[in-house]
């Protein structure tokens, strides 16, 4: 079946780039997304990819994408501890409604 | 608008106990959706209704009842409710199920069964 799988946390210094990384198991993934959580409140999209498609930019963030080894990445640049928060992957598998599988989310901390 | 709400915001229960989760959205959403939130799992979907009318098992539905009351209002119940049901419960919605489907998601209900 589908999976998404992330690491748990990431720790960085502020101003320095943040990339955090997911794999995901459904070739047929038609798009992939990166959804924000801060403490306390639900997720909101912070960007998404379609899966023909390599790279996407939007301002601080950069999603990369390899379709041969399944891999999704979100680089966020000049890291404000603002960013601080949880980071989910998800992939929209096709055929199947609208459903999302989620991955299990990275705890981005940002030290000043 | 006030996007996607969800009633109550904490609550507590007994094993045993039944209650019903509210959600609604203002967005003229077809597609509404409820999920789980537990440490280390991300989000598990539980249920969802891809229209008004219609709704479908997720991955985890066991020991969980949804209605589609009508296009805005989307409530899942627990009819007795078990301390692995301990969770954070979102709901969300969606124009449509095609296309890029960005959910909207409302702020969560921290449910506790003791």
């Known amino acids: 079946g589908e999976d998404v799988e992330q690491s748990l946390f990431l720790s960085v210094r502020e101003g320095d780039s943040s990339v955090i990384n997911c794999t995901y198991t459904d070739s047929s993934s038609t798009y992939l997304y990166w959804y924000k959580q801060e403490p306390g409140a639900g997720l909101q999209l912070l960007t998404y990819?379609?899966?023909?498609?390599d790279m996407k930019q939007d301002q601080r963030l950069t999603v990369l994408l390899n379709k041969k080894d399944k891999h999704l990445s979100l680089r966020i640049a000049d890291t404000q501890t603002g960013d601080s928060a949880i980071y989910f992957c998800a992939e929209k598998v096709y055929n199947q409604g609208g459903k999302l599988i989620f991955g299990q989310g990275t705890e981005l901390s940002v030290k000043p | 608008n006030a996007g996607v709400t969800q009633t109550p915001k904490f609550q507590v229960l007994k094993t045993g106990q039944s209650m019903t989760l509210q959600c609604a959205q203002d967005?003229?959403?077809?597609?509404m959706y409820w999920y789980r939130q537990d440490p280390g799992m991300g989000l598990r979907l539980i249920y969802y209704s891809a229209s008004e009318g219609t709704t479908d098992k997720g991955e985890v539905p066991n020991g969980y009842n949804v209605s589609r009351l009508n296009k805005r209002e989307f409530s899942l119940r627990l009819e007795s409710a078990a301390p692995s049901q301990t969770s954070v419960y979102f709901c969300a919605s969606s124009v449509l199920a095609g296309g890029v489907n960005e959910q909207f998601f409302g702020p969560g209900t921290r449910l506790t069964v003791l």
């Open positions: 967005m003229n959403h077809n597609s």
């Open positions: 990819i379609f899966s023909n498609m």
